[in-house]
């Protein structure tokens, strides 16, 4: 699988070419635009539509063993006006290795979601000026339970400023306020180096007891120019051990 990963991300790079793109806003694997996992306050230009396939995979760490989390998530992300931003998910996520001995659950449990964001810039983030978004990801806590049982997770709340390549926010869900801060850097013209870190990961559930209590990611976003409104995700997760995740956009 990972070398898969490894074949795909270079066929990618033999595919740029000098190009405008980089730095776009473009949708998290969450939906709102953003890093990986970190909404920004940019928004994208109005009446654009973006659509995201991700392929997400990470480790939780539960009573000593380790449990192989896959979100399979696709989604749409509507930039209304100069303002407002909606974002409309449809989410698979499945858990592996560890649940049927430990917590009761049988293996390959799998939980479909569907799930809406909204977002509303402040102030629009420019040269020498800050921008500031607030939000929710979640709308209607449809991530709350999986079977009566709490996962941690639930309406998240998200407050964030954007200060040319860095960007800070300061989150809320069912376990209380978080921070989370990241970046993203144009190394060339057609690749965006990205990191973002939480201190509330949005990979968590309450059950079985995981003991991850911080998530950071460090990938590319690709945008390769033959397709110019196409861009790759290609990024180490770390949430208990590094695993990998994978995403495709377009902008229609």
């Not at 989370?180 to 201190?199: K, M, V, Y």
């Amino acid at each position: 699988m990972r070398m898969k990963y490894l074949l795909f991300c270079l066929a990618c790079v033999l595919l740029l070419s000098p190009g405008v793109l980089a730095g776009e806003p473009e949708p998290t694997w969450l939906g709102l635009t953003g890093l990986f996992t970190l909404p920004t306050a940019e928004i994208g230009h109005p009446g654009t539509v973006m659509l995201k396939f991700s392929e997400i995979r990470f480790m939780q760490i539960s009573q000593g063993t380790k449990l192989k989390d896959v979100w399979f998530t696709g989604g749409a992300t509507i930039a209304l006006d100069c303002h407002w931003e909606v974002a409309a998910l449809w989410r698979n996520e499945q858990l592996h290795q560890g649940w049927e001995n430990r917590a009761g659950f049988p293996d390959n449990f799998n939980k479909a979601f569907f799930l809406g964001d909204v977002k509303y810039q402040i102030t629009k983030p420019e040269l020498r000026k800050m921008g500031i978004a607030v939000g929710v990801i979640d709308l209607t806590g449809s991530t709350r339970y999986i079977d009566g049982r709490s996962t941690g997770r639930g309406q998240r709340l998200f407050l964030v400023g954007t200060y040319q390549w860095a960007h800070m926010a300061l989150t809320e869900d069912d376990r209380g306020l978080g921070a989370a801060i990241g970046a993203r850097w144009c190394i060339t013209p057609n690749i965006d180096l990205i990191g973002d870190f939480s201190s509330k990961p949005v990979f968590v559930m309450k059950f079985p007891r995981s003991s991850n209590h911080m998530n950071f990611n460090l990938g590319l976003r690709l945008y390769p120019q033959p397709v110019p409104r196409l861009h790759f995700d290609l990024t180490a997760v770390g949430d208990g051990e590094f695993e990998f995740g994978f995403a495709l956009g377009y902008n229609l």
